[in-house]
């Protein structure tokens, strides 16, 4: 299983985005947006879900990983403010 750290960043349209922090880690690439930090980090996750099943149906071995989600100060603040 491989580790990957994720950043979640607020843009300046208002929207948070995540994204791996070393994207060549895993042989696929995944994204995650919204319009709060937990829905970035939900979307995130359920792009993971949709490659694994994705892989599965085509018969690909799937690199299973594990996330450690980060946030930049704006984001974080935001986040634990409960905005």
Do not use: H
Not at 52 to 69: I, L, P, Q, V
């Amino acid at each position: 299983m491989k580790k990957v750290k994720v950043y979640i960043e607020r843009s300046e349209d208002g929207c948070f985005y995540a994204y791996a922090a070393n994207p060549m880690i895993l042989p696929y690439g995944l994204t995650g947006e919204g319009d709060s930090v937990e829905q970035a980090k939900t979307d995130w996750l359920n792009v993971y879900e949709a490659t694994r099943a994705r892989y599965e149906e085509e018969g690909k071995t799937f690199t299973e990983a594990e996330f450690t989600f980060c946030y930049d100060v704006p984001s974080f603040l935001r986040y634990y403010a409960g905005n």
